[in-house]
């Protein structure tokens, strides 16, 4: 099998795999107790927070780590939100992009059913939002929740680049903007950590260790010192951070070995990666007719191509690629698995059916790319030959 999905999940680092080993003995007492054992573990967990804060550009005492992603994001949101509430407005005002990652949109979901009132961002064609719109949001936004300071909405969430067409966002000038206007910002980097640099200017910051090569089950969430925020949570006794619970101290090690290894590969995996991708993006309109290409050619994450062939159904063409030895994915990027259309092929204003996302983990060949666009044509051939165009989705 030929496993092309690493932006759900990056196969384990060797790096992170010897250092969640080694930790699984180290690293198992309790590391709030004052005996040995537990000062070890406490150690290693301290150490863990100081690395991944060195890769993300923090203070470690900025930095925590959660039970994922998806909880570093809710974290951050309702966090945030419930620290600058500001009665007796209408509510607070949260601005976002339209193709965030499902876990920010259902927060602010959540937020706008306890009365924050939202605004959320279009993007073009390549799925990027326009700057200078989305800080002409921010103004709008504060005149929704009717606040009497007009000082702006009180977060704006926009993610570093798209996990599922892999368009590079324009958080750093969209991070000034919010300084401008004294809106905290959110910055979702969970596509892009050890990938990119991160973009500075953020407020807040959240990635998850599975889409580095780290273990699942380890997020992590970035607070800026000076950003206003209260856990939304009831409280701990343990350790006084922002996340309740017993940390996982080995995983916590692993991410930080996984994060720190593929950040120090990131220039040269990126080089074989984008010329990986660029192969996949030039020959897919060739082989296979009534194709489409999405997302900014140039200004991309370099490991992911999202296509959709046309009078094919999504799910049917994953399914016989995975007959043929490739893992892929189709639908969003976060939602796949509900037979939903993609809400960020939607918010782009192209076709949401018959896509695929191939995403190429950091040792992929070139003759494994090769081998799939040899197969590929195939495949679509004969699901076109099987079914009515009219009628597929």
Same mark, same amino acid.
């Given at each position: 099998?030929?496993? /092309? ?14 250092? *969640? ?23 290693? *967990? ?9 890769? /993300? ?46 876990? &920010?949109?259902?927060? %602010? ?10 605004? %959320?961002? #279009? ?15 921010? =103004? ?22 798209? =996990?599922?067409?892999?368009? %590079? ?23 892009? +950590? ?6 500075? #200017? ?12 780290? =273990? ?28 309740? #619970? ?9 991410? +930080? ?19 990986? !991708? ?5 020959? %897919? ?28 159904? #999504?799910?049917?063409? &994953? ?18 698995? !509900? *037979? ?9 204003? &192209? ?6 996302? &191939? ?13 799939? *666009? ?20």
């Amino acid at each position: 099998m030929a496993y /092309l999905d690493a932006a759900s999940s990056e196969p384990l680092h060797p790096a992170a795999r010897a250092a *969640l080993l080694t930790a699984l003995d180290d690293g198992w007492a309790d590391p709030a107790r004052l005996h040995g054992d537990g000062r070890r573990a406490r150690l290693l *967990l301290d150490q863990a927070r100081q690395r991944v804060a060195a890769v /993300l550009r923090c203070r470690a005492d900025e930095l925590s780590f959660t039970g994922s992603g998806t909880q570093a994001v809710h974290l951050a949101v309702l966090g945030t939100v419930a620290a600058r509430r500001r009665p007796p407005t209408a509510g607070p005002a949260v601005v976002a992009s339209a193709v965030e990652h499902s876990s &920010v949109l259902h927060a %602010i979901e959540q937020c706008e059913r306890d009365g924050a009132q939202a605004t %959320i961002v #279009g993007v073009d064609r390549q799925g990027r939002v326009d700057p200078a719109e989305f800080a002409a949001a921010l =103004p709008r936004a504060a005149a929704a929740a009717r606040a009497p300071e007009r000082r702006g909405a009180v977060l704006a969430c926009l993610q570093s680049a798209n =996990p599922e067409v892999g368009t %590079i966002q324009p958080a750093a000038e969209v991070a000034g903007a919010c300084r401008y206007a004294s809106v905290p910002l959110l910055v979702d980097a969970a596509a892009s +950590a050890g990938r990119l640099p991160i973009p500075g #200017g953020w407020s807040l910051l959240t990635a998850s260790a599975h889409k580095w090569g780290g =273990p699942a089950g380890i997020g992590v969430l970035a607070v800026r010192k000076g950003t206003r925020w209260r856990s939304p949570l009831p409280a701990d006794d343990r350790e006084g951070r922002r996340v309740p #619970g017993y940390p996982n101290v080995p995983g916590a090690l692993a991410a +930080a070995a996984g994060l720190e290894a593929l950040d120090s590969e990131r220039l040269t995996r990126e080089t074989a990666l984008r010329a990986l !991708t660029d192969r996949i993006r030039d020959r %897919i309109p060739h082989v296979v007719p009534d194709t489409v290409v999405y997302g900014d050619p140039v200004r991309r994450l370099p490991h992911i191509v999202t296509f959709s062939c046309l009078y094919v159904n #999504g799910e049917a063409l &994953v399914t016989e690629l995975d007959r043929a030895g490739f893992c892929v994915s189709s639908g969003s990027a976060c939602t796949a698995d !509900t *037979l939903r259309p993609s809400h960020v092929l939607e918010a782009m204003g &192209v076709v949401t059916h018959g896509n695929v996302r &191939v995403s190429l983990p950091r040792a992929t060949t070139a003759d494994t790319i090769e081998r799939f *666009l040899a197969a590929l044509p195939g495949i679509v051939a004969k699901l076109r030959g099987s079914a009515d165009p009219a009628v597929s989705a």
